[in-house]
């Protein structure tokens, strides 16, 4: 029988082996490819695939004042530049979809056949090049002095948080359904900083989680209410169809919009945007979500050929590891026709975009109307009575004084 002694060398030498073999098994797991794209007689035939997908892991700004992880070392690539976590999420995405789409992309010269767009800012520009090495590693004569193929990333205004006054007009009236009083209070506390709605607890949360993401240890405040944190930041997306249209109708009408005659050309489509932009359009599109989007969320439409006949099927990954999950399309089934698709998505895709941004909403304008009319309305007749008061005491005053010019020459 073992000696006590060696029982316990050897329950110790198995735990500190352990966390290391756990270790191992999360990296496969996080390393594990795709699958291929399934085609055959059910699914049909993938001619065009469009992918929405957020940024990579970016040093967010101080959380709150005395932030003790505001100035910790894994930002060291400055502000709303990608980690080192970030440009590994990007790339590990690229070679996601180059496994699942390696049939459907030519042997040769691949970034001839995809498109990519990004958003103006530093995080989703660098993602995208990112996603693009991934996607698209050189072979044969396209390999050069680095295993690095050149590929055109275009800035794209759709893409871009242009401004709309009715769109900033519209959030701000926005009412939001939550009953958790406490828990801003609890945050508001800790934080030292106003949280009062689901968009600014998005802001807090989204920003503790990234520090997380890093290694960096949550706050012994906000352990005890991180669930509940994430909970409420996912109700900052709720949906309302004007908000909708101004935000993502535009991509919603890209994305969905199929020319038969440039399938041959553009056949991976990818749009690199703020990770917020994936989780309005998953409000749009009518999604309960149960937490806000992390860092790479994204959402892949695959347009598929099916008997002579286009139908759009739509996959969702949350996070920067995780598969695809297929979805059901709102109103419609996993495969949804486009005449269909369409139809259901017209009301959220705006005809002329920058002449809806000027417009005014008819029932906050008519209220704003009613306001200013009893406010000028106010201000008149204030100045009829200051006025007329003025003209009264004139005419009292010098009234008065005739009166006693007239009793003086009487006498």
Request: proline share 5%; hydrophobic share 40%; aromatic share 8%.
């Amino acid at each position: 029988m073992p000696h006590p002694a060696q029982l316990v060398k050897s329950y110790a030498s198995v735990a500190m082996i352990l966390p290391m073999l756990l270790l191992v098994v999360c990296r496969c797991e996080a390393n594990k490819l795709w699958e291929l794209a399934l085609e055959d007689e059910k699914e049909g035939k993938v001619v065009q695939v469009h992918v929405v997908h957020g940024s990579g892991h970016a040093w967010p700004p101080a959380c709150y004042p005395g932030d003790p992880h505001a100035r910790a070392a894994v930002w060291k690539h400055g502000p709303g530049v990608l980690t080192q976590h970030g440009r590994q999420q990007g790339f590990h995405f690229g070679e996601n979809l180059r496994s699942r789409y390696l049939n459907f992309l030519p042997k040769e010269r691949t970034y001839k056949y995809v498109n990519a767009l990004t958003a103006k800012t530093t995080r989703s520009r660098m993602t995208s090049s990112m996603v693009l090495a991934g996607l698209l590693p050189p072979k044969d004569d396209d390999v050069w002095t680095i295993t690095w193929p050149p590929a055109v990333v275009n800035v794209d205004d759709i893409l871009a948080n242009q401004h709309c006054d009715r769109l900033e007009r519209l959030k701000k009236n926005v009412v939001y359904d939550t009953k958790s009083e406490e828990l801003y209070l609890k945050v508001s506390s800790n934080t030292k900083k106003s949280v009062k709605t689901p968009l600014e607890m998005l802001d807090m949360y989204m920003c503790l989680d990234i520090q997380n993401q890093a290694g960096l240890p949550i706050p012994a405040w906000a352990r005890a209410l991180y669930s509940d944190m994430r909970r409420e930041a996912a109700k900052g997306y709720q949906f309302d169809s004007e908000i909708s249209r101004l935000e993502v109708g535009r991509i919603l009408d890209t994305i969905t919009k199929f020319n038969e005659s440039e399938k041959g050309n553009n056949r991976i489509n990818l749009y690199s945007v703020d990770n917020t932009i994936i989780g309005e359009i998953l409000a749009a599109l009518r999604f309960n979500q149960a937490e806000p989007p992390n860092s790479l969320t994204a959402l892949v439409v695959e347009i598929r050929e099916q008997h002579k006949r286009y139908h759009a099927q739509l996959w969702y990954r949350v996070g920067p590891f995780d598969d695809l999950v297929r979805l059901s399309w709102p109103g419609c089934s996993t495969r949804c026709s486009l005449t269909k698709l369409r139809t259901l998505l017209d009301p959220l895709i705006p005809k002329d975009w920058s002449t809806e941004c000027k417009q005014i909403r008819t029932a906050s304008s008519t209220a704003d109307i009613v306001i200013i009319s009893l406010v000028l309305l106010a201000f008149v007749l204030v100045y009829i009575a200051t006025a007329s008061g003025n003209r009264i005491y004139h005419y009292v005053t010098e009234f008065i004084a005739r009166r006693k010019r007239s009793v003086k020459t009487e006498a």
